[in-house]
C-alpha cells in the first residue's frame, strides 16, 4: 500500500518501505537503543515479521518498532525518545502524518 500525495502536475508515492528505513534509521539515533529486534528487509517487510511495520491509512501511518536497550539506560525514557523521533523523521521527511508510534523493548542488551 502506498501513501498518495496529490500534487498540481499529478500524485506523488512514497513507499511503505520509504517509511520503514526513515523509521530505523531515526530508531537507531536515538541514544541508549542497542538495535532492533530482528532485520529489516524485504522479506520480513512482506512476511510481517520483521521489528518495523506500517499501516498506513487514509494518507496516515501507524508503526510498531521492535527495539533493544542498552544495559543501565531508563528503559522508559529511551522508548519515549524513539517515538518522538520516529514521529518527528517521518512527518519531516515524507510529509505523512504519524497517528502513533509503538515502541516494544524487546530485550536488554549487556
Known amino acids: ?3 498518495v500525495k496529490k500534487a498540481s502536475s499529478g500524485a506523488l508515492k512514497i513507499s511503505e518501505d520509504v ?10 539515533d536515538v541514544k541508549g537503543v542497542a ?8 522479506l520480513s517487510k512482506l512476511k510481517q515479521n520483521g521489528p518495523i511495520k506500517v499501516k498506513v491509512y487514509e494518507d496516515v ?3 510498531d518498532i521492535k ?3 542498552k544495559s543501565g539506560v531508563k528503559t522508559i525514557q529511551v522508548a519515549q525518545d524513539v517515538q518522538s523521533a520516529v ?5 519531516t521527511m515524507t510529509g505523512v502524518a504519524v497517528a ?6 524487546d530485550g536488554v542488551v549487556y
Open 67 to 69: 527495539i533493544k536497550v
Open 19 to 28: 517509511i520503514i528505513t526513515v523509521a530505523k534509521l531515526a530508531a537507531l
Open 100 to 105: 502513533r508510534v509503538n515502541v516494544i523493548v
Open 61 to 63: 501511518a501507524a508503526l
Open 35 to 42: 538495535g532492533l529486534s530482528g532485520e529489516v528487509n524485504k
Open 1 to 3: 500500500m502506498d501513501n
Open 87 to 91: 514521529k518527528e523523521s517521518i512527518q
